[in-house]
């Protein structure tokens, strides 16, 4: 279980913990803790401008506990310290752009001197976590209890086909390997293959130890053709484990790209309302899930809204992609007054704000830590770090 170092369990006071089930917690390493979120939210999907993972602090730490954040500031990391927690989770990363020393001249800086001084971690998990389907849009879509949920915006690249020559005898561990590998995926549906026999002709030339055959004669072996689809970001992982489990010395495998979209990577989502709804009951039901006092929102259009598209935090960026997909409406945050020209009559958009969008996403994190590490304690902050106010 990720490494768990169960010796001397710590006990974390409940009373300063309100969030916190009454069980005993182990400390765990925090590159263990950061593998569990990578697995899911792979770093190589954030976006060229972000700064997403280990911000401050060793991975080797041992961490006794994590607070939960969107944003990690000063009294974030007050809160941690006081609450016994010795990491932050965070949604946007407190280092963003470059610094060139770290003085306590501005927010940033003070936050990470505090937290270098006190020794708390500070982990960011931000456009990686926005570009999967399960991640920050899918909390937001469940609030708003969309159906059939899927990524506006497919981010392309991601899909490779590998296909393998494997000795008939051989298909079935080779294949094996690569779905525990994490080939094999489609949709809900894992240990995706197709297999077709033939035959395969090598001939081993000096030097060589050949598996099967004589060396320097022709020899001709029924083999199995497997192919096999995976994210890009396994490649290695897949194709070491195939190589690791093929008998010949050397294998012949090919890998192409592919121009089929993974259904689940990309940004901002799109699904629908069980019913229809009128523009201001939606806006009004927007505003009670979000426990928002003001949306900004274009003109209604006096149609009912059933397909949704939205995005968590600055989402213009989407605006023409929400209304190619037939979006009735699209929901997210940060847009400019021209920008909201940009709907043109086409749907309904609506700025709830960005840390009103994105709020949900620590509750998210709690649930998936809790999920994938039962036994390690996260929390939720209690610190609310939105630095916009509306009155
Ligand atoms: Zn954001």
């Known amino acids: 279980m990720y490494g768990h170092v169960c ?21 765990m390493r925090l590159s263990d803790i950061t593998r569990v979120l990578e697995t899911w939210a792979p770093p190589v999907l954030q976006e060229d401008y972000d700064n997403s993972g280990l911000q401050v602090g060793s991975p080797d730490k041992e961490v006794k506990a994590a ?83 899927q990524v506006l915006d497919p981010k392309p690249g991601q899909l ?25 995926r489609v949709g809900n549906y894992d240990e995706c293959s197709f297999g077709h026999e033939g035959q395969g002709t090598f001939r081993g030339g000096e030097g060589s130890n050949a598996f099967v055959g004589k060396k320097g004669e022709r020899h001709t072996e029924p083999e199995t053709r497997i192919e096999t689809v995976l994210h890009a970001p396994m490649e290695r992982a897949v194709v070491q484990a195939m190589l690791k489990a093929h008998p010949y010395e050397e294998v012949a495998y090919d890998l192409y790209p592919l121009a089929n979209n993974h259904p689940g990577i990309g940004s901002g989502a799109i699904g629908r309302l069980p019913e229809p709804l009128e523009e201001a009951a939606f806006l009004a039901k927007v505003k009670a899930a979000f426990n928002v006092p003001a949306i900004k929102h274009t003109a209604m259009r006096g149609k009912p809204v059933e397909r949704v598209a939205l995005c968590g935090g600055s989402g213009a960026f989407l605006i023409g992609r929400a209304k190619s997909a037939g979006a009735d409406a699209y929901v997210t945050a940060d847009l400019k007054y021209h920008e909201f020209f940009g709907a043109e009559g086409q749907l309904l958009l609506a700025d709830i ?22 036994t390690f304690a996260a929390h939720l902050t209690e610190t609310v770090t939105n630095p916009v106010h509306i009155c």
Not at 13 to 26: A, E, G, I, M, T
Request: proline share 5%; glycine share 6%.
């Open 353 to 374: 704000g960005h840390y009103e969008s994105e709020q949900f996403t620590m509750h998210l994190l709690q649930r998936h830590l809790r999920d994938k590490l039962p």
């Open 67 to 149: 607070l939960v954040a969107l944003d990690c500031t000063e009294e974030v990391v007050a809160e941690a310290v006081k609450r016994g927690c010795d990491l932050v989770i965070a949604h946007h990363p407190v280092i963003f752009r470059g610094l060139k020393s770290i003085t306590g001249r501005t927010g940033v800086e003070r936050t990470l001197l505090a937290a270098i001084k006190q020794d708390v971690a500070i982990y960011a998990i931000h456009t990686n976590l926005d570009n999967v389907i399960t991640g920050v849009n899918a909390e937001i879509a469940a609030r708003l209890g969309l159906q059939d949920v």
């Open 7 to 27: 010796e001397g369990w710590e006990k974390i006071d409940p009373v300063s913990s309100p969030d916190l089930r009454p069980q005993s917690h182990c400390t």
């Open 160 to 184: 490779l086909k590998l296909v393998v020559f494997v000795p008939n005898a051989h298909a079935e561990p080779v294949r094996t390997a690569m779905f525990s590998a994490g080939a094999g």
